[in-house]
């Protein structure tokens, strides 16, 4: 299903827009060197494609005829054609260089006539033969490419293409792929008889996984092998549906794509059956904005809220339009399938409305509306480093969205657990908790528990809300009587106030007497007394424990009472009016 889906993919790009994947036979790679070469085969010059600054240059991509892989003693044996590394097309850099080189001169011997006549071809050819190479090895840049082993290829001065990507060439190469699927066995992906891709072209681009690429379909050890078959025979897919699937992955997967996100070891990317905005909107909504466009994961969500209020919805979600989310995770030479979903994108939309509509609460002015997933699973880790997330909770967290389940039982406890141990409410923490909270509710109708809202909700007679209300009011009377503290009862205290409260909230309210009692402030003494009388009037008993649940009631409580004393009202409590 995987791979027919990606198949799939390639198909409709190719229909769609005939420059973005590459043609059969060939791939989009990054050469950061060009030499440039007169008609007779001079050298004329080394371009440097690459662009930025400092680390960030980034090579310029062509497409170029298909890489394979090299392994083993006589892995030099084969050469690409017409770009490789240093080591081929100069000889230099290891001790099978020089035979390295031979094998991609002969490479381009190889070639039909009409192929090796072309003009751009011919004079890279007499270049390689002349094998006078001491111009190029002056040149400023030929450190930096001998040390990087950087990749190179050749054009014909005054020309744009490169001698690869010449006509003549390009019939080679793409008469070579449509030759190789010829006959052969029924593909499992495509059902037409196709020849077997013996190995699959490599996956590129997933975190944590070889830099040279690794592979979803490997039968590498011969455990793996069946009824005497080795390798891509044991699971026979076609030459042209393994060229579609690993062009298709790798083009979702490629550096700046916005049809892929990290989540947590997960490299996970989107696309769809039609094109729909939803496919470059979901990491969108999930990753954190570019700090030159902090508002982009707030405009591409507004679509989606504004579609269902209007009656209609975005592009593309409609008439069951299917939708596809893989998520890929280094496993040691493979790739391992962390989650696949298939759903439709009006289904997807719907959901993901659903979990933004979930985590929202109220929040000061300067913080955004919308929280990444990045932003609240960090909110849960040790120092906000994302290293310190749990294990497999953001592939938890982002599967349980997208097929409308619970969260992770983990995620709630994560959120209060960070809450107690640096005793801060932060918003997406509050967030966060307030999700779970919503969520658990729906799921149980039986709840006798309200339900958690936006902002403050004085009728709320949850013992867990109401202690989290009490306790940030006698921290606002602290804060009063003493302004200016380094420290407030939040940090001595809040562990154990949203644990076990009755060991703390008796010795807190003796010391809000000593508290409002130094205010000169009497009206605000007056309404601090009135607001802490009408919380604890709505408490029967101080718990001897709050479970994990009215924990994080408590921390809601807490971040409901504190963001309405912040809040500009004719009223508050906390105004020394």
Not at 453 to 472: C, I, K, M
Request: charged share 25%; with cysteine.
């Amino acid at each position: 299903m995987i791979l027919q889906a990606l198949a799939d993919y390639y198909d409709r790009m190719t229909r769609e827009d005939d420059t973005s994947l590459a043609p059969p036979g060939f791939e989009r790679k990054e050469i950061p060197f060009v030499v440039v070469l007169d008609a007779d085969g001079g050298y004329r010059g080394l371009e440097d494609t690459r662009t930025g600054e400092g680390k960030k240059r980034r090579a310029r991509e062509f497409f170029v005829p298909r890489s394979v892989k090299r392994s083993g003693t006589k892995g030099w044996q084969t050469a690409f054609l017409l770009w490789d590394h240093v080591g081929y097309v100069f000889g230099v850099g290891n001790e099978t260089a020089p035979r390295q080189h031979a094998s991609f001169v002969r490479r381009i011997e190889e070639l039909p006539e009409a192929a090796r006549t072309d003009p751009a071809v011919g004079a890279a050819l007499a270049f390689l033969k002349k094998g006078d190479f001491q111009a190029v090895f002056d040149e400023p840049d030929w450190k930096e490419v001998r040390e990087s082993g950087a990749n190179l290829s050749f054009r014909l001065v005054g020309e744009r293409e490169l001698a690869c990507q010449k006509e003549p060439v390009r019939a080679v190469v793409t008469g070579e792929a449509d030759h190789a699927g010829e006959g052969g066995a029924r593909c499992l992906v495509t059902g037409a008889p196709d020849a077997v891709a013996r190995l699959h072209p490599a996956i590129r681009g997933v975190w944590g996984a070889q830099v040279s690429g690794a592979n979803i379909v490997s039968f590498n050890l011969d455990a793996f092998n069946s009824y005497g078959r080795t390798q891509g025979y044991n699971a026979p897919v076609g030459e042209k549906a393994a060229f579609a699937y690993t062009t298709a992955l790798n083009h979702l997967l490629r550096r700046d794509s916005p049809q892929r996100m990290q989540v947590g070891d997960a490299s996970t990317v989107f696309w769809a059956e039609r094109a729909t905005p939803l496919e470059t909107a979901i990491p969108d909504f999930l990753n954190e904005p570019p700090r030159d466009d902090p508002h982009r994961n707030t405009e591409a969500l507004r679509v989606l809220y504004e579609s269902p209020r209007s009656g209609t919805r975005p592009v593309g979600t409609e008439g069951g339009n299917r939708f596809y989310v893989l998520g890929l995770a280094p496993n040691a030479s493979r790739i391992a399938v962390r989650f696949w979903h298939v759903s439709t994108a009006e289904a997807l939309a719907e959901r993901f409305i659903r979990h933004f509509e979930d985590l929202r609460i109220v929040h000061a002015p300067f913080e955004p509306d919308v929280l990444s997933l990045f932003r609240l699973l960090v909110s849960t880790a040790a120092l906000g480093k994302a290293e310190n997330v749990r294990p497999n909770l953001a592939a938890e967290t982002l599967r349980a969205i997208l097929d409308d389940v619970a969260y992770p039982g983990e995620l709630l406890g994560a959120a209060v657990q960070r809450t107690r141990a640096e005793r801060e409410v932060t918003y997406p923490r509050a967030a966060l908790i307030k999700a779970c909270l919503v969520q658990a509710a729906r799921r149980n109708p039986q709840n006798p528990d309200p339900e958690v809202s936006v902002a403050l909700d004085e009728s709320n007679t949850n013992p867990g809300y109401r202690l989290g209300r009490l306790f940030a009011a006698l921290e606002r009377a602290q804060e009063a009587a003493s302004p200016g503290l380094n420290a407030t009862i939040r940090e001595r205290y809040y562990g154990a106030a949203c644990t076990t409260p009755v060991t703390v909230f008796p010795r807190l309210l003796k010391l809000k007497n000593h508290h409002v009692a130094r205010l000169e402030n009497r009206g605000q003494a007056v309404k601090l007394e009135k607001l802490i009388g009408g919380i604890v009037d709505g408490i029967d008993d101080y718990p001897r424990l709050l479970s994990l649940p009215d924990q994080g009631r408590f921390s809601i409580g807490y971040y409901h009472q504190r963001q309405d004393f912040f809040t500009k009202q004719d009223a508050n409590p906390g105004d020394d009016a």
